[in-house]
């Protein structure tokens, strides 16, 4: 799977943020409120750390030579204290959990 977000500019010649670069909204549809990756690549580091006992270089050096995907040893890390919150939340308050993510669909299940 591949997915270009293109960035732009505002397209108003008077805007005064014309310069600045900004995000599609569509790309708000495929990743978590001010996330930088998508549900899948999340899914697949979350799977080769904690299922596979991969560590975090191996993880950045497989995406990176497989993929062409380059994101920090330290970016990996921080997706992997949230993959750590939301299981931990799961377990310690679904209700509290549910509420939080309750405007983000596919996020938690219903049982």
């Known amino acids: 799977m591949k997915f270009i977000c293109k960035q732009a500019h ?3 010649n008077e805007c005064s943020s014309r310069s600045t ?4 909204e569509s790309e708000l549809t495929i990743t978590m409120p001010r ?4 549900w899948s690549l999340f899914t697949w580091i979350e799977l080769r750390r904690f299922n596979r006992h991969w560590s ?5 050096e497989e995406l990176l030579d497989s993929y062409q995907v380059y994101i920090s040893e330290n970016t990996i ?3 992997l204290r949230k993959y750590q919150v939301m299981v931990a939340a799961w377990h ?8 939080a993510y309750k405007d983000c669909l596919g996020v938690i299940r219903n049982n």
Do not use: A, G, K
């Open 56 to 60: 975090v270089p191996q993880i950045h």
């Open 10 to 12: 505002c397209s108003n």
């Open 35 to 38: 996330w930088r990756i998508d």
């Open 77 to 79: 890390t921080d997706y």
């Open 92 to 99: 310690q308050d679904l209700e509290r959990m549910r509420e």
């Open 21 to 24: 670069l900004i995000n599609p």
